[in-house]
């Protein structure tokens, strides 16, 4: 789970950075969008992770990334969050902010936020205090308890409560409750933290049909006021919530567009889906 967002010089400093004389700036190259990768080749022991992949998110969109095992899907999604540096390529985030000169909790401070397959919640704790530590990732434990919330802050968690519909289970511990919800949680955990971009690594393995529903529900809401990546296997899930989806093959772009003419790409029936 990614740290808390807040001011940082070296990210303001990276939104101001100039551009060398006749080169494209950064602002130019996203194009008005959150996210532009361009270039990006990942190597591991001679294995080409990723090979020239370019990529770009727009502001607002719920983009599903789909693909092989071994795709790049992962790699790509460490590149993005300054886990995995890349041999080569640019990565530029919100106003022209240089992802490939910061770290990772730079880069979460950004405004970056990624979930992983396994939910990782302070199950000894309540879901209302998993959402107040998320708040406050800079304090240690005994001191985020201790500490008196202002009434703004209680509203923050209240609404994230809400929007990941975890309401009535706010004084459950977090251990207690279902798969699905812990799921929820780690989402509403990110939303506390108030990200632009949010990844999300294959949020429905394990779920109910029911909690599956709801968990496209939720993403497809906070598309719109923050752009979210979706990795995913499970194709009836993806075309529940597709507007865009991406293929990746070999750790390059094998195929882009609605559900419809991805599935229909004489490509991805070869390569992805096998026939």
């Not at 995995?84 to 992802?99: H, K, M, N, V």
């Not at 070999?250 to 882009?256: D, I, P, S």
């Amino acid at each position: 789970m990614s740290t808390e967002v807040g001011e940082n010089p070296k990210v303001e400093g990276a939104r101001a950075a100039g551009e060398p004389s006749g080169a494209p700036s950064a602002s130019d190259l996203l194009h008005g969008s959150i996210l532009y990768l361009e270039g990006i080749t990942v190597s591991f022991d001679g294995f080409r992770a990723l090979d020239n992949l370019s990529l770009l998110i727009e502001r607002g969109e719920l983009r599903c990334i789909i693909g092989a095992n071994g795709a790049g899907k992962s790699t790509m999604m460490d590149v993005v969050t300054g886990k995995t540096r890349p041999d080569s390529g640019q990565a530029f985030f919100d106003r022209g902010i240089d992802l490939l000169t910061m770290s990772e909790p730079e880069i979460a401070i950004a405004g970056i936020g990624r979930k992983f397959q396994k939910p990782t919640v302070f199950e000894e704790h309540s879901v209302f205090v998993n959402l107040e530590l998320a708040m406050k990732a800079r304090r240690s434990v005994w001191a985020t308890l201790t500490a008196r919330m202002s009434g703004e802050q209680r509203d923050r968690i209240e609404s994230v409560l809400e929007t990941v519909g975890l309401t009535e289970c706010r004084a459950l511990r977090a251990g207690a409750i279902s798969h699905g919800q812990k799921q929820w949680l780690e989402i509403g955990m990110l939303l506390m933290q108030e990200p632009q971009l949010l990844l999300v690594d294959e949020p429905v393995a394990g779920m109910t049909h029911q909690e599956t529903e709801r968990t496209a529900e939720l993403l497809t809401s906070l598309a719109g006021d923050r752009s979210v990546v979706v990795v995913e296997h499970d194709m009836e899930f993806v075309r529940s919530i597709a507007r865009r989806v991406t293929v990746l093959h070999e750790g390059r772009v094998l195929a882009e567009g609605d559900m419809d003419s991805v599935q229909n790409d004489p490509k991805v029936i070869k390569v992805y889906l096998g026939e």
